[in-house]
Nanobody
Framework: QVQLVESGGGLVQAGGSLRLSCAASGTTFSLNIMGWYRQAPGQQRELVARITSLGYTDYADSVKGRFTISRDNNKNTVYLQMNSLKPEDTAVYYC??????????WGQGTQVTVSS
């Protein structure tokens, strides 16, 4: 089992920045892909960014150049640095982990609100 604890969400004005963190605990030796998804009201959950254990990254087109995903394997933590935030980035952001056995875990979600 893997437990995920997210932090760093909040309210920010357009153009501002936030940094999300997600710390994994439990059976963490097999963490493979770590990432962030988001879900806005009335919308489907969508991939924001993900990073493999070797550091390969993948971003949604809507956040490329503004968001940066990183991870600290020693701390079993994944980060999402969000810059130049826009009102359309407003959503609940969820941490997501896929183990090497392809088991998927989700965090509880953290609200990000960007005011115009």
């Amino acid at each position: 089992q893997v437990q995920l604890v997210e932090s760093g969400g909040g309210l920010v004005q357009a153009g501002g920045s936030l940094r999300l963190s997600c710390a994994a605990s439990g059976t963490t030796f097999s963490l493979n892909i770590m990432g962030w998804y988001r879900q806005a009201p009335g919308q489907q959950r969508e991939l924001v960014a993900r990073i493999t254990s070797l550091g390969y990254t993948d971003y949604a087109d809507s956040v490329k150049g503004r968001f940066t995903i990183s991870r600290d394997n020693n701390k079993n933590t994944v980060y999402l640095q969000m810059n130049s935030l826009k009102p359309e980035d407003t959503a609940v952001y969820y941490c997501n982990v896929r183990t090497s056995q392809s088991v998927i875990y989700w965090g509880q979600g953290t609200q990000v609100t960007v005011s115009s």
